[in-house]
């Protein structure tokens, strides 16, 4: 198995994290430099990202958990939280027209880059969580969003307090068609 196989394996969303460890801005610099480096729709690269390391600012986005999400006291326990904000009306656009059945294709993008940013940030050593179960828009209020972005996940980065095991997966056969549905 190659070194990027057994990171894609490895890696688990993590809700726990060292709380006297911060992440020094190097280590960041090399996670932010995989989303630098992910592809885009014509290159677009639509994502904006908010590095949140103020208590208090983080206090306030703890308060736009879901009920009952898992991920709510991560918000305020990873010494970083990561704003994954996408631009509009860029990703899937030619000449200012949509191009695709799907239009704005900035949820794709932002998919890729936030997988980039996950794995870089496990062959680091730090671990993540995808939060997506909170209020968007009071969130993109506190953090400042402008009209024309849109704040899709919220993702606590830190160093793992403890790891977990690999959820049940799929078979190939299970996901996979031969040449039709």
């Not at 590095?51 to 958990?65: A, F, P």
């Amino acid at each position: 198995m190659g070194e990027l196989m057994q990171i894609i394996k490895e890696r688990r969303s993590i809700r726990n994290f060292l709380q006297e460890k911060d992440i020094p801005e190097d280590v960041l610099n090399q996670v932010l430099e995989a989303v630098k480096w992910t592809p885009s729709w014509a290159n677009t690269q639509c994502w904006e990202l908010i590095i949140v390391r103020n208590q208090e600012i983080k206090s306030k986005l703890q308060e736009t958990m879901g009920k009952g999400n898992p991920a709510s006291k991560a918000i305020v326990e990873a010494p970083v939280v990561l704003a994954v904000c996408g631009r509009l009306n860029i990703s899937g656009y030619y000449k200012e027209q949509v191009t695709t059945k799907f239009g704005d294709w900035f949820m794709f993008d932002l998919g890729l880059a936030t997988q980039s940013l996950c794995l870089a940030a496990h062959d680091l050593g730090l671990g993540t969580v995808i939060v997506g179960l909170f209020d968007h828009d009071k969130a993109g209020q506190i953090l400042g969003v402008p009209a024309g972005y849109e704040l899709v996940t919220l993702i606590p980065i830190g160093y793992p307090a403890r790891g977990s095991g690999a959820p049940k997966r799929k078979e190939i056969s299970e996901f996979t068609h031969r040449d039709r549905f």
